[in-house]
C-alpha cells in the first residue's frame, strides 16, 4: 500500500488514484487540489487540462520541459468555501529544480459546476 503523494495519510488507491483513472470525481476542492498536485508529481497533464475550468485552461503545460523538477510536498492552509459552487484553497508546494529548493504558495479559486470541481486559477503568494 502506497501512501498518496498529496499528504493525505491515505493510501494512493483510496486518495488520489480513482480521480485520475476517472473512477471518481474529487469530492472537495481540497480533493481535486491533491489530486492536482499528484497529477503534476507524476506528469498527468490530460488529467490537469481536463481538471482546469475551461474559461482559464491552457492548451497544454509542457510539463517535460523540467526534466529535472521533482515535487517534494503538499501543504494545505486553508480551504474556504464561498457559497455551494465556489472554494478557495491556500496551499503551498515545495519542489527542487537541478538540486536548488523551490515553493510556490498560492491562493487557489475552484468553482463547481454539474457537480465536478474545477481548478480556475489562482494568485502566487510572496
Known amino acids: 500500500?502506497?501512501?498518496?503523494?498529496?499528504?493525505?495519510?491515505?493510501?494512493?488507491?483510496?486518495?488520489?488514484?480513482p480521480c485520475h483513472e476517472?473512477?471518481?470525481?474529487?469530492?472537495?476542492?481540497?480533493?481535486l487540489m491533491r489530486s492536482r498536485y499528484v497529477a503534476y508529481a507524476l506528469g498527468l497533464e490530460p488529467y490537469?487540462?481536463?481538471?482546469?475550468?475551461?474559461?482559464?485552461?491552457?492548451t497544454s503545460l509542457a510539463l517535460d520541459k523540467e526534466p529535472n523538477l521533482r515535487w517534494l510536498g503538499l501543504s494545505i492552509k486553508r480551504h474556504e468555501l464561498n457559497g455551494e459552487n465556489r472554494a478557495i484553497v491556500e496551499f503551498i508546494a515545495r519542489y527542487k529544480i537541478d538540486g536548488r529548493?523551490?515553493?510556490?504558495?498560492e491562493n487557489s479559486?475552484?468553482?463547481r459546476e454539474d457537480g465536478c470541481w474545477f481548478y480556475v486559477d489562482g494568485d502566487i503568494k510572496e
Do not use: I
Open 48 to 58: 490537469l487540462l481536463t481538471t482546469w475550468h475551461a474559461t482559464t485552461r491552457p
Open 1 to 17: 500500500m502506497d501512501p498518496c503523494l498529496c499528504g493525505s495519510g491515505k493510501s494512493a488507491e483510496s486518495c488520489c488514484r
Open 22 to 31: 476517472g473512477k471518481a470525481p474529487a469530492a472537495t476542492a481540497e480533493a
Open 101 to 105: 529548493a523551490y515553493r510556490l504558495h
Open 109 to 111: 479559486r475552484f468553482v
